[in-house]
């Protein structure tokens, strides 16, 4: 089980959060003058990298505010944690070689 | 080139030589220069895919490349269960005609798959649940696919184990029936389609990592390997979990998040449970051969390419399986595992044309890959060898998420916990 540092009740159980996928998506400033298909990637296309992963979380059971994580979908490590709004921490992306087909 | 049939005589044969002169189920050749198609991912889907190529269509000058051993990722990480029972009628079309061929498949490979249609018990515990079950039942049955309800002592006489008492902590007002589904061998699966493709002339080229692709002009010229550079006029990404990672070095995304899915197996005790009991709660059981229960669960909450689950899963999942089935309170757990799923945001298969010429995707199976099997391998081999999608999958392609012709199987896909 992940221990999660919230940045704003503190270190707590896995069980407590929900995540909610990839982070950094920006909705398109000006959703009727684009594309299907460019409203489609903002929509439903996703990055599901195998390696270093930039998400957003909530603290469901507890504060229920949002922030993000940067985590490793391979280790589950956690390599950074920090709040709405603020820009991807620079981190080297992993070695991730190993299990899988 | 001819293999041996297997057969009772066979067997005997073998049996009085001490075994000692079984041929191999398949040749392990080293990779040609070039192919008419590549199939990345020899599990369950690519292997069926090759077969299907070579015995429908034709086309034998086939390899099926993996990263690891053919049959090692899902189709040997799943719980077995076969069955059509899903919402849509473009479903239900690919999900039932895949369930019939699993009722012949075993002829047809020359391979025990073992399979056992010992039905599918999908159980209802609220009124909300009763209406979702009714709208299925009535949606299969308008396209002509057995499905059945039940009423809460008919459930009582086919799964004894079931508690039924009205002061259940999850009572049980019916269920929803398909005696055609059942459960498989899963190995037996990947096994049976490698030998039939082997023996029609298909290469399964082993731990033979795909590194990236060579693109010119916007089509696919070959696949870049750990065993080095081998051409082909068509690639068929089948790769599952992984196919995210794959789309990214033929420089696309796709609508699919890989997440875990766990199951579990306990020891083996004696007969008591001959049909496969599943729950929205969630859970789902049912005894193997051996006499084991095998436990599925749901999808595991972030993303991840792990191959194993989170303990507070388990934990829900045995607390819900023992709140319905009490009698297994006692049954210790022998392993459990994960695999990594790609889920598509509307948890349908997704397959068809990707942006490069040439390249064709089949993925986003998630939590329905086992089933699936057969149909699907054969619906894409038809677009692999046509350049056009069988009209089984073409409701199922890429395209259908800008158009917004989505195909929501949430409800019926095993995957409980709506995603996202």
Request: proline share 6%; glycine share 10%.
């Amino acid at each position: 089980m992940l221990l999660i540092e919230c940045p704003f009740c503190g270190p707590r159980a896995e069980v407590e959060f929900r995540c909610s996928g990839e982070g950094h998506i920006a909705r398109p400033e000006t959703p009727e003058n684009i594309s299907d298909e460019a409203w489609a990637d903002y929509v439903y296309m996703r990055t599901n990298p195998k390696g270093l992963h930039f998400e957003r979380w909530m603290h469901q059971h507890g504060c229920r505010r949002w922030f993000c994580v940067a985590r490793d979908t391979v280790t589950h490590k956690i390599r950074a944690i920090y709040k709405l709004g603020e820009a991807k921490p620079a981190l080297d992306e992993p070695k991730t070689e190993g299990e899988g087909a | 080139m001819p293999r041996p049939r297997y057969s009772i005589f066979s067997l005997a044969r073998n049996a009085l030589a001490y075994h000692q002169n079984w041929t191999e189920a398949w040749r392990s050749p080293a990779p040609k220069p070039h192919y008419k198609v590549i199939i990345v991912g020899a599990g369950g889907h690519g292997l069926s895919t090759a077969y299907y190529l070579a015995k429908e269509h034709g086309i034998t000058d086939v390899a099926v490349l993996d990263k690891g051993w053919l049959g090692g990722g899902n189709v040997a990480r799943n719980t077995t269960i076969v069955r059509s029972d899903y919402l849509f009628g473009e479903s239900i079309a690919l999900y039932d005609k895949s369930l019939s061929m699993w009722h012949d498949l075993s002829r047809e490979l020359n391979f025990n798959t073992m399979f056992s249609p010992r039905g599918i018990v999908k159980l209802i515990h609220n009124r909300d649940g009763q209406r979702e079950a009714e709208r299925r039942f009535n949606a299969l049955r308008l396209a002509g696919v057995d499905s059945e309800m039940l009423t809460p002592l008919q459930v009582k006489r086919l799964a004894p184990m079931v508690d039924i008492s009205p002061g259940a902590a999850h009572p049980v007002l019916g269920a929803t029936l398909q005696r055609r589904g059942g459960i498989a061998r899963h190995d037996a699966v990947a096994w049976g389609y490698a030998r039939a493709a082997d023996a029609l002339g298909v290469d399964m080229i082993q731990h033979c990592e795909v590194t990236g692709f060579r693109i010119e002009g916007g089509r696919v010229k070959g696949v870049e390997t750990v065993q080095g550079f081998i051409g082909a006029d068509a690639v068929a990404l089948v790769p599952a979990g992984h196919v995210g990672v794959l789309a990214a070095k033929a420089g696309f995304r796709l609508p699919i998040e890989s997440v875990t899915m766990q199951a579990m197996v306990s020891e083996p005790v004696k007969p008591c449970l001959d049909t496969v009991v599943m729950s929205p709660i969630p859970f789902s059981l049912s005894q193997s051969d051996k006499g084991e229960f095998v436990f599925g669960m749901s999808t595991e909450p972030y993303n991840s390419y792990s191959q194993r689950g989170t303990l507070p899963h388990i934990e829900e999942i045995s607390a819900n399986a023992v709140s319905v089935l009490p009698g297994l309170s006692r049954l210790r757990m022998l392993r459990k595992w994960g695999g990594v799923l790609d889920v598509s945001r509307d948890v349908s298969p997704i397959m068809g044309r990707t942006p490069v010429e040439g390249m064709y995707v089949n993925c986003g199976w998630g939590t329905g890959g086992f089933k699936s099997i057969p149909g699907s391998g054969w619906a894409f081999s038809h677009m692999i060898a046509q350049d056009r999608p069988h009209d089984l999958m073409l409701p199922f392609g890429l395209d259908r998420f800008a158009a917004g012709a989505l195909i929501d199987e949430h409800a019926a896909s095993g995957s409980f916990e709506a995603f996202k």
